[in-house]
């Protein structure tokens, strides 16, 4: 069973920038691959990014030259640096991971971004 802890979040003014962190535990760090999502009020959650088991990383057009996925194993974390934030990033951001035919989740960290 993974338990993933997600930390970071805060208020931040427009243009600012936050690194957001999930610590995993209960599995193979190495192994798993990592996401985020966000989720804003009143809307469905969206994908954000993702970083493979070997490093490749991938993220959705609207954050696309901004957010920076990146994973250090050792201790078992990964982490989501935004930059440029924008208002629209506003909302809860969680980390997810699937294993073993299983979805895990965080509890979120709230990003709220001030215009």
């Known amino acids: 069973q993974v338990k993933l802890v997600e930390s970071g979040g805060g208020l931040v003014q427009a243009g600012g920038s936050l690194r957001l962190s999930c610590v995993a535990s209960?599995?193979?760090?190495?192994?798993?691959?990592m996401t985020w999502y966000r989720q804003a009020p009143g809307k469905q959650r969206e994908w954000v990014a993702t970083i493979t088991s070997t490093g490749s990383t991938s993220y959705s057009d609207s954050v696309k030259g901004r957010f920076i996925i990146s994973r250090e194993n050792a201790v078992k974390t990964t982490y989501l640096q935004m930059n440029s934030l924008k208002p629209d990033d506003t909302g809860a951001y969680y980390c997810?991971?699937?294993?073993?035919?299983?979805?895990?989740w965080g509890q979120g960290t709230q990003v709220t971004v001030s215009s």
């Open positions: 997810y991971v699937f294993e073993l035919g299983a979805n895990y």
């Open positions: 209960g599995s193979i760090f190495s192994s798993l691959g």
